[in-house]
Structures are given as C-alpha cells and as structure tokens.
C-alpha cells in the first residue's frame, strides 16, 4: 500500500498546483502526466484527497501524505471566487 501512494506521490509532485487530476486518462505512476494531457480536476477531487492521504497518514505515522493533500486544499481555496467566495466545479 505504501508503494503505490508513494507513486502517486510522483503525479502530485508533477502538477504545479499540487492537485490530482482525476480526469487524466493516461497518468505513468512512474513519470507523472505527460505534458500534452488536459489538465481539467474536479475540486471535490482534493476533498477526497485529504480524507485518503490524511487516514493513510495517521495509519503509517508518515505525515508526507497528509502535508501534501493539505496544500492540494489550500490550492483550491486559494482559487475562490474573490466576490462570492465559491469555488468552481473544475479547476484548469
């Protein structure tokens, strides 16, 4: 289990907003996404973030997971609307 969140750890440290892109189809856990995929994430996607890198966190004692699923937050919260203070349904 550890390994494979390690990969995908990989992918998160690709992106340059720190958010995973579930809408990616062609993710190498080994290379991250390549250059040429869209990039479109859900913003429900960090939410579901935290809660699993958070619980596998707290389980292996490691807080990697759970530092970088926070930052995917603060990610998302930091591209709010400056008016309304919503967030939209996908983030580029």
């Given at each position: ?5 390690s990969?995908?750890?990989?992918v998160?440290?690709c992106q340059?907003i720190y ?29 579901s973030l935290?809660?699993e ?10 807080p ?20 309304t ?8």
């Amino acid at each position: 289990m550890y390994d494979t969140y390690s990969c995908l750890m990989v992918v998160l440290s690709c992106q340059t907003i720190y958010i995973m892109c579930p809408r990616c189809t062609q993710v190498n856990l080994k290379y991250g996404v390549p250059n040429d995929t869209r990039t479109l994430t859900a913003t429900a996607g960090a939410g579901s973030l935290l809660l699993e890198f958070g619980t596998l966190s707290r389980l292996l004692g490691d807080p990697t997971f759970e530092n970088v699923a926070r930052r995917s937050v603060h990610e998302i919260w930091m591209r709010r609307n400056i008016n309304t203070g919503l967030l939209g349904v996908l983030l580029h």
